[in-house]
Nanobody, 124 residues
């Protein structure tokens, strides 16, 4: 059973950067497509970015394109989300997710495994 644990969240000011980490145990993360999602208070969980290991294919939400970068490290069984030029509207709980289907397309309903989330707060 794949288990995911996020870390690295925190409080930053607008314009600053933060990298959050997704650590996998139980199975090899590189055999899954990895996604990052976020959920702000009172809002639905939304897609942020997805990464496919086999060819490093990436996909981003329009709201984060050019500011966020998703990546993975096979040797550490980890995935990352580098977030630059953060804005107050990026404030949310960020979740790491994984799915067996090898496509970066699709919605949150396609993902089989989820972490518990890490809080990112951006002050203005």
């Amino acid at each position: 059973q794949l288990q995911l644990v996020e870390s690295g969240g925190g409080l930053v000011q607008a314009g600053e950067s933060l990298r959050i980490t997704c650590a996998a145990t139980g199975r090899t993360l590189g055999t899954y497509t990895v996604g990052w999602f976020r959920q702000a208070p009172g809002k639905e969980r939304e897609f942020v970015a997805a990464f496919r290991w086999v060819d490093d294919m990436e996909r981003y939400a329009e709201s984060v394109k050019g500011r966020f970068t998703i990546s993975g490290d096979r040797t550490k069984n980890m995935a990352y989300l580098q977030m630059n030029n953060l804005k107050p509207e990026d404030t949310a709980v960020y979740y790491c997710a994984a799915k067996t289907w090898p496509t970066v397309e699709g919605s949150k309903n396609d993902y089989d495994y989820w972490g518990q989330g890490t809080q990112v707060t951006v002050s203005s």
